[in-house]
T-cell receptor, first 115, second 111 residues
Framework: GAVVSQHPSWVICKSGTSVKIECRSLDFQATTMFWYRQFPKQSLMLMATSNEGSKATYEQGVEKDKFLINHASLTLSTLTVTSAHPEDSSFYIC???????????FGPGTRLTVL | KNEVEQSPQNLTAQEGEFITINCSYSVGISALHWLQQHPGGGIVSLFMLSSGKKKHGRLIATINIQEKHSSLHITASHPRDSAVYICAVLHYGGSQGNLIFGKGTKLSVKP
């Protein structure tokens, strides 16, 4: 079956630094990738939709200059949390949609802790 | 009222018991996902359904489009099934990929 990986699986960083999270579709091409965030004991919330070769579409309330998304190829999207602050500490999850399908495959998630 | 409601919120079972988790939704959908989230947070896709029933090992998922309801069943439950189970619907007519998530059902299976 389709596999989506995320790297790193967890990261701890100091306040003010930037952190990059990678999302890869390992055995299929994904025109569209989605980035979600989950705060403790809350449901997943869509942050942005990333289409290969174009600018990401951000959901209301998500700062595009803080959460930089790049989808440079059909198998890789990156989320960079810039100037991270403790309130950015969360679980970040990506999913990828196979080209020509509406099936989403979820990555295992990345836990970010900002000190 | 949330567009996706799961019940129960918490469920404790003894090993070997048959478990049912329910998901009701109020919007038109093109697909429904069942996800499993382990204590460390990792998400695993269990099923994607648009009609009928699917089975994978001890897991069975059903959906009734007319009643806007889906169930996830676990047969012969085991402590390793302990996790949060999340129902998510793909709302047709909504923005691309905008899954609407339920709040999850926390399952604990005791040995």
């Amino acid at each position: 079956g389709a596999v989506v990986s995320q790297h790193p699986s967890w990261v701890i960083c100091k306040s003010g630094t930037s952190v990059k999270i990678e999302c890869r579709s390992l055995d299929f091409q994904a025109t569209t990738m989605f980035w979600y965030r989950q705060f403790p004991k809350q449901s997943l919330m869509l942050m942005a939709t990333s289409n290969e070769g174009s600018k990401a579409t951000y959901e209301q309330g998500v700062e595009k200059d803080k959460f930089l998304i790049n989808h440079a190829s059909l198998t890789l999207s990156t989320l960079t949390v810039t100037s991270a602050h403790p309130e950015d500490s969360s679980f970040y999850i990506c999913s990828a949609e196979g080209t020509g399908t509406d099936t989403q495959y979820f990555g295992p998630g990345t836990r970010l802790t900002v000190l | 009222k949330n567009e996706v409601e799961q019940s129960p919120q918490n469920l404790t079972a003894q090993e070997g018991e048959f478990i049912t988790i329910n998901c009701s939704y109020s919007v038109g959908i093109s697909a429904l996902h069942w996800l499993q989230q382990h204590p460390g947070g990792g998400i695993v896709s269990l099923f994607m359904l648009s009609s009928g029933k699917k089975k994978h090992g001890r897991l069975i998922a059903t959906i009734n489009i007319q009643e806007k309801h889906s169930s996830l069943h676990i047969t012969a439950s085991h402590p390793r099934d302990s996790a949060v189970y999340i129902c998510a619907v793909l709302h047709y007519g909504g923005s691309q990929g905008n899954l609407i998530f339920g709040k999850g059902t926390k399952l604990s299976v005791k040995p």
